[in-house]
């Protein structure tokens, strides 16, 4: 025989050799273990809790006046002055902005071209738009009485509460400017 061929058959007897002695069957502390654990009492599982139903809540204070701002009727009060009665121009062709609420717009910018400043509005979906002094926007007829290089001032013309009208001043800054 060559070396080739004895090397695998001395390979081939002691793997033999091996599993024979694997196999002699004493496992005795594994059986006993597995007993043992058959014959232990089976524990009972608690059932699971009941969760009550998530109640939603409506938040239906979000059209009322916010409590930092002043109210209506004092406001009437104070510019009961004896100007002539307010009220906005119906009859006015109303300008793309007027759709928006006020609260939706961001000032991003001021261009000056000449002697007119031109201020730049987000629309809060995305559109960006140049308006300038005199222009008009948000449903409450504000009508943009100044700019300069950090605010955009609008006076607004809102009900009173009493069927009339008073205006309101509104400011809208840039981010960033205090």
């Not at 232990?40 to 109640?55: A, D, S, W």
């Not at 809102?158 to 309101?168: N, T």
Request: with cysteine; proline share 5%; hydrophobic share 35%.
């Amino acid at each position: 025989m060559d070396t080739g061929t004895l090397f695998r058959a001395t390979t081939v007897v002691l793997a033999l050799g091996i599993l024979v002695g694997c196999g002699d069957g004493r496992h005795e502390d594994l059986h006993l273990f597995m007993d043992g654990a058959r014959n232990q009492p089976v524990g009972e599982i608690e059932p699971l809790p009941t969760f009550r139903p998530y109640q939603t809540f409506r938040y239906s204070a979000i059209a009322m006046r916010s409590p930092f701002d002043m109210p209506l009727s004092a406001i009437a009060k104070e510019d009961s002055s004896g100007k002539l009665a307010i009220e906005p121009d119906e009859s006015r062709k109303k300008e793309y902005l007027e759709g928006f609420n006020f609260s939706s717009f961001t000032l991003v910018g001021v261009l000056d071209q000449g002697d007119t400043s031109w201020s730049l509005v987000d629309d809060g979906e995305g559109g960006v738009h140049r308006i300038t002094i005199g222009n008009y926007l948000g449903k409450n007829h504000g009508q943009i009485t100044g700019v300069s290089n950090t605010r955009m001032e609008v006076l607004e013309i809102v009900p009173d509460g009493k069927g009339g009208w008073i205006e309101r001043p509104r400011t809208l800054a840039m981010k960033g400017s205090n």
